[in-house]
């Protein structure tokens, strides 16, 4: 039996490298992560609570994505005929397929979530102002390349599902004044959803924002080292600092595997969906652009397209300039500034879990402005004007915790964040639960 011994001694040492092999991995692996963090972190920011993982989570995801997507590229063809049966394969009969589909799937949409929740908190503890100013912004940019991400992917099974949604989606485009015709024929690649739109997609989405995203976060990495780290409130006394290595990278390993574990079991027991094969003379009735889209389908639904697309790009245009609108440091790192700040949000909040739901009830219900101002034309009636009144809500509740609560400029801005983010999430539950046939308001239970 001594071939049997040689062979495990032989297994032994392959499987076991000897103590100086593991001491020269242990460096590459330590030297790995002390490019991406200094050697030493304060411990005010180490604690969970401070980031809620929430970056860390969105990058893994990020790198999750990638290796799932290289890996479904070597059975998914971009071709209107072939795509379908591709992805049907991958349900079917390709081992592991449907488990590499879902997760892949299940961790874009997850993404979409961790990155909406990082930008709260960054907002939240204040990390938009000083130094970080230009960091916020760089993740702005990576908050609108993950809707791209997600949205040119979402085109990619070619059932019915994605074809709609697509359809719906790229339709709001030319809406948009002056380039949105151009934006939607350059995606397109012709006036309708076809092959051209499904080719140009997927080179979008496997190549051009692969890219954009690899040096987009590098950057964002990079500046939140030189930007001197995670948001923490000023320190009356000397603050300690922890070694990187074990107690940052024990800590990211632990969420890393924590989130892992729950994507993997969850696209296990939920498959990614695939319904029927595209059909262009069949659409589904209601037609649902992709969820993430569905607050802005919603305000289409109570206004002029262009006001609804004007109000988003008001809302996207404040978050950019959010750094020139509040430049006071001195609360840095203080969760919703202070006491008042706290009030402002829940109040903020609460206005927008009540008002939200009322607004959309009484103008399907009740109130119909273009009949009531005939004479006046929809852009104005049913653009213009409820676009002013909403601007002009938002500056009522900025001058109302102003006012009522003494707010300092800081503080009322949270309240006005935080209503606008609720209304947002409630817009979309909207869309996704409270609309039925025709766009109708059903009630889903
Ligand atoms: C794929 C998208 C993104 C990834 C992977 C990412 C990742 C990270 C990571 C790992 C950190 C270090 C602190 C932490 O773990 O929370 C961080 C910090 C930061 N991020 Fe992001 N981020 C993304 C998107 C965004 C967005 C949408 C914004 C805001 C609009 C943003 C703004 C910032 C700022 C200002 C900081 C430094 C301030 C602080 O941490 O207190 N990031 N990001």
Not at 416 to 425: K, N, P, Q
């Amino acid at each position: 039996m001594s071939w049997l011994n040689a062979m495990i001694d032989r297994l032994r040492y392959r499987s076991v490298p000897p103590p100086e092999d593991r001491s020269r991995m242990r460096a590459v692996a330590n030297n790995l992560v002390l490019h991406l963090h200094p050697t030493r972190v304060p411990a005010p920011a180490l604690r969970f609570s401070r980031t809620w993982g929430l970056g860390g989570i969105s990058a893994l995801l990020s790198v999750l994505l990638i290796a799932t997507g290289v890996l479904l590229m070597f059975r998914y063809d971009a071709s209107i005929e072939r795509a379908y049966p591709a992805v049907q394969a991958m349900e079917t009969v390709i081992p592991f397929g449907s488990l590499l589909r879902g997760i892949h799937h299940w961790a874009g949409n997850l993404l979409m979530i961790t990155v909406v929740l990082h930008m709260v908190r960054v907002f939240a503890s204040g990390g938009f102002r000083g130094e970080r100013r230009m960091n916020w912004v760089v993740g702005l940019g990576m908050l609108v390349l993950v809707l791209t991400f997600n949205f040119t992917g979402y085109l990619l099974p070619w059932d019915q599902l994605a074809f709609w949604a697509i359809t719906v989606g790229t339709g709001l485009l030319i809406y948009v004044p002056l380039v949105g015709q151009a934006i939607s024929d350059f995606l397109l690649g012709g006036p309708e959803v076809a092959q051209s739109a499904l080719r140009n997609f997927y080179a979008l989405h496997v190549a051009l924002l692969p890219v954009v995203l690899i040096f987009g976060l590098s950057y964002h990495f990079w500046r939140v080292r030189k930007d001197g780290g995670v948001t923490i409130p000023p320190q009356s006394e000397q603050v300690t600092k922890l070694t990187t290595i074990p107690h940052l990278v024990t800590a990211e390993l632990g969420v890393a595997l924590i989130t892992l574990a729950g994507l993997v079991i969850f696209a296990m027991a939920v498959p990614a969906p695939l319904e029927a094969l595209a059909n262009a003379a069949h659409p589904p009735n209601p037609a649902k652009a992709a969820w993430y889209f569905l607050g802005v389908q919603e305000l289409l639904m109570h206004m002029h397209p262009l006001a609804a697309l004007s109000l988003a790009a008001s809302g996207l245009l404040g978050l950019a300039v959010l750094p020139l609108w509040d430049r006071d440091t001195s609360d840095e790192g203080v969760y919703f500034r202070s006491q008042t700040g706290r009030r402002a949000g829940m109040i903020g909040a609460a206005l927008a879990i009540v008002l939200t739901p009322l607004l959309v009830l009484v103008d399907e219900l009740w109130l119909d402005l273009p009949t009531l101002l005939a004479p006046i034309s929809t852009l104005i009636s049913n653009g213009l004007l409820p676009l002013l009144l909403t601007l002009g809500g938002l500056a009522g509740i900025y001058a109302g915790l102003r006012g009522a609560l003494r707010a300092r400029h800081s503080e009322a801005l949270v309240g006005l964040f935080s209503f606008v983010m609720v209304a947002l999430v409630v817009l979309t539950a909207v869309g996704i639960w409270f609309r039925g046939p025709n766009m109708a308001l059903v009630w889903p239970f």
